[in-house]
Each structure stands twice: as structure tokens, then as C-alpha cells.
């Protein structure tokens, strides 16, 4: 049991949001095997509420130029769920330390705005990852729904890690739901969640060169005797 467990902590420690892709694609193969594990996420009486759009070669390259263009021309938001009221305490400390890591690591300075700009643009461009799934779930079944389909995301990039593919899940195409819906054809009984860009890792690129923190457990554990 202690074996397994240390599995699984490495490959919790392995898994990190990747920023910068080669283009090489995943085989279908493969991409198949990381949907089969994930599938095996618990979901409120069974109801496995997740659907996944996956994209490849040109259908990737489409829907990013539509997304991208988007994000440039700062077409107003349409979220299909509600955004975060906002970040306060330990996750906006937590928040922020993410967006430094990421500009100390790619060289960008604090005040250069116009540099920031170019790298959330780089959100829309999924990382010149060469596939995206985005992921749905059922409008009639609310925030459980979307909260299932959490476990299914995680056990996605935990899966597309073991085989050596690296993923970052991105709330961001969220904003662009009316869009993301008209691009791929989804139905409109469906909510639009997130995506996961996932690809070969650009190893080299600096973007991926830092990893976030974790909370201890002390932090997370409320043992109530």
C-alpha cells in the first residue's frame, strides 16, 4: 500500500500547468487511454456529466485564431457560470505568487503592462499546445455538475502525465463561452467549463521552469475530537 501511495504522490508532484508546447501531436492512441482512466472519477449518483471536445491539426489552429482574436479585440466576457467574487487572504497571496513566478521565470518585469498583456494573451493561444479538450457538462445540473466534472479534469492531467504528456487546465476560454459553443458547433444544453491544452512539453522554454507552492496540511485540515 505504501508503494502505491508513493505512486501516486509522484505522479500528484510530476503533474505541473505547462506554458509552452512543441508541436508534435499526441497519438490518438494515447489520448484515447488518458479519457479511459479519467472516466473513472466518482460523479454524484453515477451521472458522469462530462463531455470532452477534443481537437487536432487544423481544428486546433482554427479555434485558437477565433479565440485569440477574440481575447485581442477584448470582446466583452460571457462566462457560462458566474466568476470568482474575488480572491482574498491566503488564495490571493497564493494568486499572486503564481503570476510572479511566471514573470520572473520569463523575464518580465512587474510594471511592464504591455509584456503582461502578451503573456495572458498567451492563454488564448493554449500555449501552442497541438489539441485542446474542452471540457462540458449538463446546464440542468448546475455547479454539482460542473463540481464532478473537477474531479474528471484532474484525473485527466494526472493520466496525460503518467504517459508523458503535459496538460494545463485553463478557466480563461470560459469568457469566451458563446464563442467556444458557435467554434466547436456544442450544444447550447451544455455548459462550457474549461479547456485543458495538452501537448509535448517544450522542455526548454522558461515559461516551464517554475512550480508552484502547496499548502501544508496543517493549512488544509480542520480535525474537529
Known sequence: MTQTY???????????????FRPDPVPKESITQIVSAARHV???CNAQPWQVTITRGAGTDAFRAALLEAASADTPVAPDLPWPAGYSGAYAERRRTCGFQLYDAVGIAKSDRAARRAQMLRNYALFDAPHVAIVTAPAELGPYGAMDCGGFITAFTLA?????????????????????RETLALPEDRLVLCAI????????????AF??????????IDWKD
Request: proline content about 8%.
Open 6 to 20: 508513493d505512486q501516486l504522490t509522484d505522479l500528484l508532484q510530476a503533474r505541473y500547468s505547462c506554458r509552452a
Open 42 to 44: 466518482p460523479s454524484w
Open 160 to 180: 496525460a502525465t503518467a504517459l508523458g504528456v503535459a496538460s494545463i487546465p485553463q478557466a480563461a476560454i470560459a469568457a469566451y463561452a458563446p464563442l467556444v
Open 197 to 208: 491544452s495538452f501537448g509535448y512539453a517544450d522542455e526548454t522554454h522558461p515559461a516551464n
Open 211 to 220: 512550480r508552484t507552492e502547496r499548502a501544508a496540511p496543517s493549512d488544509i
